[in-house]
Antibody
Framework: EVQLVESGGGLVQPGRSLKLSCAAS????????MAWVRQAPTKGLEWVASITNSGGSTYYRDSVKGRFTISRDNAKSTLYLQMDSLRSEDTATYYCTRETTLFDYWGQGVMVTVSS | DIVLTQSPALAVSLGQRATISCRAS??????????MHWYQQKPGQQPKLLIYRASNLASGIPARFSGSGSGTDFTLTINPVQADDIATYYC?????????FGGGTKLELK
């Protein structure tokens, strides 16, 4: 059974950093692209970043380029999202997803609140 | 970016048919592949893949769900609607990067 379990969320002040983790199991992690998708409170879904299966290439939405870094450790079957210079508009639930041109499995999500 | 437009809400009676539409700002089809996908999200839960490439049922999804469409116009049909289907439904395109989602259609009981 595919499982994706996020951790690392919480309350953080604007301008500070936070790092999210996603532990994957039930599939060969190193064979798949992975992505982060977020959802602001009461809003829709928004793709944030993707990473190839080897980690050699990464892709970001414009609003997080230069502030967020997606990475992975295939030996640990873990996906990461380093979020720096956080803004209030980054407040959202962040979902770890397995990407195969679509998003076929999702974690339960982790809440990130950016507020002073 | 490709913009996907959905109606915000749809009211339906149990046992009836629900038709949810998604319109793309440009074609999301390549050759015979229609790169539009549908997700269901219940309150407090993560999204779940329902339909991939416009008309293919994801694993474990009941046959009362179906999808159709090509080019810029796509439809998710639920027939008959059951109480467990009350949720928000999102379309998503993978024709171009960045992948984009529709604003979601909240299915409500009439």
């Amino acid at each position: 059974e595919v499982q994706l379990v996020e951790s690392g969320g919480g309350l953080v002040q604007p301008g500070r950093s936070l790092k999210l983790s996603c532990a994957a199991s039930g599939f060969t992690f190193s064979n798949y692209y992975m992505a982060w998708v977020r959802q602001a409170p009461t809003k829709g879904l928004e793709w944030v970043a993707s990473i190839t299966n080897s980690g050699g290439s990464t892709y970001y939405r414009d609003s997080v380029k230069g502030r967020f870094t997606i990475s992975r450790d295939n030996a640990k079957s873990t996906l990461y999202l380093q979020m720096d210079s956080l803004r209030s508009e980054d407040t959202a639930t962040y979902y770890c997803t397995r990407e195969t041109t679509l998003f076929d499995y999702w974690g339960q999500g982790v809440m990130v609140t950016v507020s002073s | 970016d490709i913009v996907l437009t959905q109606s915000p809400a749809l009211a339906v009676s149990l046992g009836q048919r629900a038709t949810i539409s998604c319109r793309a700002s440009q074609s999301v089809s390549i050759s015979r592949y229609n790169l539009m996908h549908w997700y269901q999200q219940k309150p407090g839960q993560q999204p779940k893949l329902l339909i991939y490439r416009a008309s293919n049922l994801a694993s474990g999804i009941p046959a009362r769900f179906s999808g159709s469409g090509s080019g810029t116009d796509f439809t998710l049909t639920i027939n008959p609607v059951q109480a467990d289907d009350i949720a928000t439904y999102y379309c998503q395109q993978s024709r171009e990067s960045p992948p984009t989602f529709g604003g979601g259609t909240k299915l409500e009981l009439k």
